[in-house]
C-alpha cells in the first residue's frame, strides 16, 4: 500500500516461481549452473573482478565485463516465434 501511495502505481506482491513458471530444471540446466559456478568461482579465486562468466559455444569461457554490457543484445526473433508454439 504504502509503494503505491507514494508512486501513484497498482502495487501487488508476486511470488516470483508463480512469475517464471520455468519448470523443473534439467539435468543439462543443473550441470551447465554448475559450470559456470565453477567458472565464476574461478575468477573470484584469481582476483578478476572485472570478467563474467560465459557460454561459448558448449564451452565456459570468461569475458570481460565491460564487453559483455557493451551493447544491446536482442532476443532472435525466430526463436522467440518458436519458443511461443510451447506457451
Known sequence: EEIEKRTGYETRATILGHL????????????????????????VHNGQFDMMACVKGNQ??????????????????????TAKLFY
Not at 517464471?20 to 539435468?27: C, H, I, K, M, Y
Not at 549452473?33 to 567458472?39: C, F, H, N, Q, S
Not at 569461457?61 to 526473433?77: F, G, I, N, R
Request: charged share 30%; hydrophobic share 45%.
Open 20 to 43: 517464471q513458471r520455468g519448470g523443473t530444471p534439467t539435468a543439462y540446466d543443473r550441470i551447465m549452473a554448475t559450470r559456470l559456478g565453477v567458472k565464476a568461482v574461478e575468477l
Open 60 to 81: 565456459i569461457d570468461s569475458v570481460p565485463l565491460e564487453e559483455a554490457v557493451a551493447k544491446v543484445k536482442p532476443v532472435d526473433m525466430e526463436l522467440f516465434e
